[in-house]
């Protein structure tokens, strides 16, 4: 017999039961590697077992030692990048971990894991696009089973009605087959459907509990749809199960934050720049965190580390210009300038400079050149969106034909009884905000956030996805019981009890755009208070129009939408006026700049509430803020906001003439 063939044919034996007992027992592995390379020093693939085996026995230290010296004589070999990365990654070393993952999917785009990873390294970093696509390829790459292959393909390259019609008839013949379920369930994610997405990973679950990348799609989907407290639930589980896993790390703080657990999330983004300290968005991320929890300085630190590891990066300028307080340097002016230059800028870069320089130039007196970036962001950031203004102002036309005082009649005393919700609606920018931190300056309310949740149940009572108009929601409306109505508002309070984190009886429901929706709050939650928040159209549309808002107002980007929507408000509002008269409070905000003691006290007067001299000085109030006003509303009031639009007067003509009488009638309301 041939010895050589012989030595030959057991080595690989030895390496087969090595790569076997890796999974099983990596010390027994990490011995079986150890006793091949003393037979035969070298051998790469004994070292990556010797390598594998250390780092899953959290040994991230002595695995390196192993793969960093195998990665760079076989810089060729993807599996080896694969390994290296997940050993920088236990070692902290997250931004080295992200060059060997991509290296290892650019040398062997099949590996699954490495697809997987990258994402949940990518989801850290905020790039949102790159790990859905990462996660995409995961899925095809992941999927064995030649029958979804097919699927699997057209997912990952965006033809997702093929894709969903392709699994829908898989699973009718296969029901069980949780792959499956889960590409559908990522199917109906990217189109918005996200209530149809959490069924089918709730069903996937039920029948493979250990599916983690499942549980990670269900708890994202739950936090998209602001069901806080199962999302945390799911978070929770899956920390245990990994506790580095990055997209984890990334939904618990992007959660903390939400909840307004600020400790919690400044607490994670700490850790996680340390292991990766040169990605400008987590950088940008931090300071975000650190500006609501009212750690200006910090803020202000981690946007310039931002912009020194990325100095393109329109976002991070616009966000020191969003701290409203922030006043840019002439040193800042043209570096931002020289960046609008660059023919390579990327358009989301472009309309973020243009806005920042629209502030920079407003705060040093030069208006024209001020509105002339204002108006260039506006045009390209609303070239990426879609509005409809016909759209909303049918919505307010069924509003008045539908909801009536006659039908409103017929339903009283339905819904919960409860009357903790403190809602303040209207336009963004008309002075909620101040409004929110006054009563969450009295000691029985608590201020919580823009809450979602009034918005989500008139989406799903429409029928609408994430992405798409109501469909049947005046229908939905009228056909409410008595039952339902308590439901939803039993419901509404379940969902909201998370945010609160002390004992006070009542809480604030900020959210604006929750005007278009009072006729549903008075149904599901007839003793809550609603308050709307009112500000002169042209003050209210400008700073709206001057504003970049992170997500939703799409009416904002022209100033005609902004005058179409405003007319909009003030007739569905005066019509609620009409149908139910002295249900809603009404906060003009130059009123309350001129006697903001008087308007303190009426609006705590119709909420029912004593008089607390704290609400006057409610600037001390030291709680996270989460919206564009949060600085100022650290600081006493200061008239100087009020007619501040009159500097840009000469270019709000196209505003002027779609507000029509409205601008002229001010505060007035308009005939109904």
């Not at 931002?336 to 472009?350: C, K, V």
């Not at 003439?657 to 601008?663: K, R, T």
């Amino acid at each position: 017999m041939d010895s050589g063939a012989d030595s030959v044919g057991t080595l690989d034996v030895a390496l087969a039961h090595a790569s076997r007992l890796l999974q099983s027992d990596p010390r027994l592995a990490a011995q079986q590697a150890d006793e091949i390379l003393n037979v035969a020093p070298g051998h790469p693939v004994a070292q990556l077992t010797l390598g594998s085996a250390y780092r899953r026995q959290g040994e991230a230290a002595r695995a390196l030692d192993v793969l960093e010296p195998l990665a760079r004589a076989q810089p060729n070999w993807g599996v080896a990048q694969l390994e290296l990365g997940l050993a920088l990654a236990n070692a902290h070393r997250g931004d080295e971990a992200i060059v060997a993952l991509r290296r290892a999917v650019e040398l062997k785009p099949d590996l699954p894991d490495a697809w997987r990873i990258l994402g949940d390294h990518l989801t850290l970093l905020g790039e949102t696009e790159a790990a859905d696509a990462a996660y995409a390829r995961h899925i095809r790459h992941s999927t064995r089973d030649p029958r979804l292959l097919e699927p699997a393909a057209a997912l990952c390259e965006g033809r997702i009605p093929e894709a969903e019609h392709q699994l829908r008839n898989h699973l009718k013949e296969h029901p069980t087959d949780v792959a499956a379920i889960r590409m559908l369930a990522e199917v109906a994610a990217r189109i918005g459907r996200y209530g149809d997405a959490e069924k089918l990973l709730s069903r996937c679950l039920e029948l493979a509990p250990g599916f983690l990348a499942a549980r990670h799609n269900l708890a994202v989907v739950l936090q998209k749809q602001a069901k806080l407290a199962p999302a945390i639930a799911e978070i929770e589980l899956l920390l245990t199960a990994d506790p580095g896993n990055p997209g984890y790390r990334n939904l618990a703080a992007a959660l903390a934050a939400r909840l307004g657990d600020m400790p919690r999330a400044i607490g994670i983004y700490t850790d996680v720049l340390r292991e990766y300290p040169r990605q400008p968005k987590l950088w940008m991320s931090f300071g975000h965190t650190l500006k609501t929890a009212g750690r200006l300085d910090e803020a202000i630190g981690a946007y310039r580390r931002c912009l020194e590891l990325a100095p393109h990066f329109g976002e991070a300028w616009w966000s020191l210009a969003n701290l409203k307080t922030f006043r840019f340097s002439a040193a800042d002016i043209a570096a931002m300038r020289r960046q609008l230059e660059r023919r390579d800028l990327a358009d989301e870069d472009r309309f973020h400079f243009d806005f920042a320089l629209g502030k920079a130039l407003e705060d040093s007196g030069d208006y024209a050149a001020s509105f002339r970036h204002y108006e260039a962001g506006n045009r390209l950031r609303r070239k990426s969106i879609f509005w409809s203004a016909a759209d909303y102002t049918t919505h307010v036309a069924r509003s008045r034909t539908d909801l009536t005082a006659g039908f409103f009649a017929a339903r009283a005393g339905w819904g919960a009884p409860a009357a903790d919700p403190i809602f303040i609606v209207g336009l963004p920018r008309a002075g909620s905000t101040l409004i929110e931190q006054i009563l969450s300056s009295h000691s029985q309310v608590e201020g919580t956030m823009e809450l979602p949740d009034i918005i989500q149940l008139a989406r799903e009572l429409g029928g609408a996805t994430a992405r798409g108009p109501e469909t049947r929601y005046f229908e939905a409306l009228a056909r409410l019981g008595p039952e339902d109505c308590a439901r939803f508002g039993e419901r509404y309070l379940a969902q909201t009890r998370i945010q609160r984190r002390s004992a006070a009886p009542y809480f604030i429901d900020k959210m604006p755009n929750n005007f278009a929706h009072v006729g549903l709050i008075h149904l599901v939650l007839p003793n809550a208070k609603i308050i709307d928040a009112r500000r002169h159209p042209l003050g209210c549309c400008f700073s709206a129009y001057k504003q970049h808002f992170a997500r939703g107002q799409a009416f904002s980007y022209s100033l005609e939408d902004l005058g179409r929507y405003y007319r909009d408000y003030v007739d569905l509002m005066a019509h609620y006026d009409a149908a139910l008269p002295g249900r809603v409070h009404r906060v003009f905000y130059e009123r309350m700049v001129d006697d903001t003691e008087g308007e303190v006290r009426r609006l705590l007067e119709y909420c029912g509430l004593p008089f607390e001299s704290a609400c006057l000085q409610f600037y001390a109030n030291d709680r996270a803020v989460r919206t564009a006003s949060s600085e100022q509303v650290r600081r006493p009031i200061y008239r100087d906001g009020v007619d501040h639009w009159r500097h840009y007067e000469p270019w709000l003509d196209p505003l002027k003439e779609v507000l029509g009488p409205i601008a002229g009638r001010y505060p007035e309301p308009p005939t109904v």
